[in-house]
């Protein structure tokens, strides 16, 4: 119990580092917003209580936002985040249900899981995340490209980081 905590602790921070030190600084024309910061929020535990996901959602919002300098959106979106995720994973959930021992990874749950899994709720979080910042509907096509760049290329980076830290499942 305590290893997995700070297993989990280690993951939010680097996470979180890795988005405000190198991520929040590329300048990709204004049009790409790639963060990987959500994957900390994919691999949580499947059975953790709807409140501590919440909770653990709205910190790291929180976080990102602190640093970030965007008034609570982050926040928001990922309270929406964690607040659907029970229904994807009710969504994604294989025939015979889900083992005590799944975890939410590619390793243990395979690419075509994990990447709708994944899929599904970035583009929840980056379509709540960019309609809240732009609130505009006279930028719609500039909006939905923005979300569908930002969502491909973070989807590419949780993908990489999965790929980078897997682990095989014993046989």
Same mark, same amino acid.
């Given at each position: 119990?305590?290893?997995?905590?700070?297993?989990?602790?280690?993951?939010?921070?680097?996470?979180?580092?890795?988005?405000?030190?190198?991520?929040?600084?590329?300048? %990709?024309?204004?049009?790409?917003?790639?963060?990987?910061?959500?994957?900390?929020?994919?691999?949580?535990?499947?059975? =953790?209580? $709807?409140?501590?996901?919440?909770?653990? *959602?709205?910190?790291?919002?929180?976080?990102?936002? =602190?640093?970030?300098?965007? =008034?609570?959106?982050?926040?928001?979106?990922?309270?929406?985040?964690?607040?659907?995720?029970?229904?994807?994973?009710? %969504?994604?959930?294989?025939? *015979? *249900?889900?083992?005590?021992?799944? $975890?939410?990874?590619?390793?243990? =749950?395979?690419?075509?899981?994990?990447?709708?899994?994944?899929?599904?709720?970035?583009?929840?979080?980056?379509?709540?995340?960019?309609?809240?910042?732009?609130?505009?509907?006279?930028?719609?096509?500039?909006?939905?490209? $923005?979300?569908?760049?930002?969502?491909?290329?973070?989807? %590419? %980076?949780?993908?990489?980081?999965?790929?980078?830290?897997?682990?095989?499942?014993?046989?």
């Amino acid at each position: 119990m305590i290893i997995e905590f700070l297993i989990q602790l280690i993951r939010f921070i680097v996470l979180v580092l890795i988005q405000v030190l190198i991520l929040n600084n590329l300048h %990709l024309s204004g049009i790409f917003n790639p963060y990987i910061y959500p994957l900390f929020l994919l691999l949580l535990p499947l059975k =953790m209580p $709807k409140w501590v996901l919440l909770i653990l *959602g709205f910190v790291t919002g929180l976080t990102i936002d =602190m640093f970030s300098n965007t =008034m609570g959106l982050h926040a928001a979106a990922c309270v929406l985040f964690c607040f659907m995720r029970p229904q994807v994973l009710k %969504l994604v959930e294989p025939s *015979g *249900g889900y083992e005590q021992t799944d $975890k939410p990874t590619l390793s243990y =749950m395979g690419f075509r899981w994990f990447a709708t899994y994944a899929s599904i709720l970035v583009v929840i979080h980056h379509l709540f995340f960019f309609f809240l910042e732009t609130l505009e509907f006279g930028q719609v096509g500039f909006m939905l490209l $923005k979300i569908l760049l930002s969502t491909a290329l973070s989807l %590419l %980076l949780i993908f990489l980081a999965e790929f980078f830290f897997i682990r095989r499942k014993a046989i």
